[in-house]
């Protein structure tokens, strides 16, 4: 079955960097597009970006661009999320998530049950 | 700056029917939108339950249903159940390049 676990998630300093991982496994990654999305305690979901397939295509949210960088590896099965200039309002549980998009379908399908990041001094 | 916008919290009783609905600031919401529908339970990551307005997954229950509605995205419950009980949040997609989540439902069931 499709699994996604995410991993590297922790406490860092604001202004620090942290790399999230997210390993796939059940299906065929190099197929899928890639997302993240986060949540702030006790708030809402938000949207960070995601990737395509092939990595040729990559998409921010405003919040996020310039600091955030997506990347994946097909060989490996996993999504990465490259994370600097970190902030008091990153924190969040981030979330890796599979993203379906074909003709008249969009998707996220399946959902990693989350990794705890946490900025502060 | 784009705002989806969802009704904050409902209360409904089990067995009843409640509609959640989703609307942008940019206007009228249409299938453009790929309107996503997702159930997050305390402690719990979210899982998809309606993507591309009405579309279901296998694992979604037959009570759940998505559908266009005066200009807004909406979810109905048909016979509720105690075990919907949960945050219901709404995904717009703005041309697959911005994706906005409403700020979610909190919805009872009493």
């Known amino acids: 079955q499709v699994q996604l676990v995410e991993s590297g998630g922790g406490l860092v300093k604001p202004g620090g960097s942290l790399r999230l991982s997210c390993a796939a496994s059940g299906f065929t990654f190099s197929d899928f597009y890639m997302s993240w999305i986060r949540q702030a305690p006790g708030k809402g979901l938000e949207w960070i970006s995601y990737?395509?397939?092939?990595?040729?295509?990559?998409y921010y949210a405003d919040s996020v661009k310039g600091r955030f960088t997506i990347s994946r590896d097909n060989a490996r099965n996993s999504v990465f999320l490259q994370m600097n200039s970190l902030r008091a309002e990153d924190t969040a549980v981030y979330y890796c998530t599979r993203r379906v998009l074909r003709f008249l379908v969009q998707d996220f399908d399946y959902w990693g049950p989350g990794s705890l990041v946490t900025v502060s001094s | 700056q784009t705002v989806v916008t969802q009704e904050p919290s409902l209360t409904v009783s089990p067995g009843g029917t409640v509609t959640l609905t989703c609307a942008s600031s940019t206007g009228a919401v249409t299938s453009d939108y790929y309107p996503n529908w997702f159930q997050q339970k305390p402690g719990q990551a979210p899982r998809s339950l309606i993507y591309s307005t009405n579309n279901k997954h296998s694992w979604t229950p037959a009570r759940f249903s998505g559908s266009l509605l005066g200009g807004k995205a909406a979810l109905t419950l048909s016979g509720v159940q105690p075990e919907d009980e949960a945050e219901y949040y709404c995904?717009?997609?703005?041309?697959?390049?911005?994706?906005?989540f409403g700020g979610g439902t909190k919805l009872t069931v009493l």
């Open positions: 995904l717009l997609s703005y041309s697959g390049t911005q994706l906005v």
């Open positions: 990737i395509s397939s092939t990595s040729s295509i990559i």
